[in-house]
């Protein structure tokens, strides 16, 4: 059953670096028909994609976020990551990371999704 | 300020029929396929219905989604005290070139 699971520090300093890790199990992230994405949610609001990454390397942001944000994948390790530059009080939010997969161009869906850890920034 | 609209709250009555809405533009729901993902308080969200009105396997059949022009919607037959949650919906958006998701409807069940 595939699984994935959110790691990194609760807690960033203002303008400093948000970074997380999404260890996926139970299957492995070199599939060609799946990307993998990080999504996050501001507590007691909507929902937001951050941007996706394909095994092969090749990834695509948000463009609100594109300059702050590195998203790789590491596929000896099961794992992909993210990195947010320069984080204001305004990125706390619970982050997912989650498998996308497709159908056809523009018609993909996130599932599953891991279980979200909650980043807060604050000196 | 999402880019698909949701309205924030809604109520129903247990066993009765349900319908939540998501309101879009050409550029998204127009031109794109409708997921729907619930999420129970405290958990991640769960993918309900895929490509506009596909149901993943274990998701009942009393859940349903059908899209019409720039919106589209969630119906939720035989309400359930357990179908209390948020429920988001999500599409491709060709103009912004990314995913977008609606603010979600926390849906309480009476």
């Known amino acids: 059953q595939l699984q994935l699971q959110e790691s990194g520090p609760g807690l960033v300093e203002p303008s400093g670096t948000l970074s997380l890790t999404c260890t996926v199990s139970g299957a492995s992230i070199s599939t060609n028909t799946y990307y993998w994405a990080w999504i996050r949610q501001p507590p007691g609001k909507g929902l937001e994609w951050i941007g996706s990454i394909h095994y092969t390397g090749g990834a695509y942001y948000n463009p609100s976020l594109k300059s702050r944000i590195t998203i790789s994948v590491d596929t000896s390790r099961n794992q992909f990551s993210l990195r947010l530059n320069s984080v204001t009080t305004a990125d706390r939010s619970i982050y997912y990371c989650?498998?996308?997969?497709?159908?056809?161009?523009?018609?993909?869906?996130?599932?599953?999704w891991g279980q979200g850890t909650l980043v807060t920034v604050s000196s | 300020q999402s880019v698909l609209t949701q309205p924030p709250s809604a109520s129903g009555t247990p066993g009765r029929r349900f319908i939540l809405s998501c309101s879009g533009g050409?550029?998204?729901?127009?031109?794109?396929?409708v997921n729907w993902y619930q999420q129970v308080p405290g958990s991640a969200p769960k993918l309900l219905i895929y490509n506009n009105n596909q149901r993943p396997s274990g998701v009942p059949d009393r859940f349903s989604a059908s899209k019409s022009g720039t919106s589209a919607s969630l119906a939720i037959s035989g309400l359930q005290s357990e179908d209390e949650a948020d429920y988001h919906c999500a599409t491709w958006d060709d103009s912004l070139k990314g995913w977008v998701f609606g603010g979600g409807t926390k849906l309480t069940v009476l």
């Open positions: 050409t550029s998204n729901i127009g031109s794109n396929a």
């Open positions: 989650a498998r996308l997969g497709f159908i056809a161009a523009r018609r993909g869906w996130f599932d599953p």
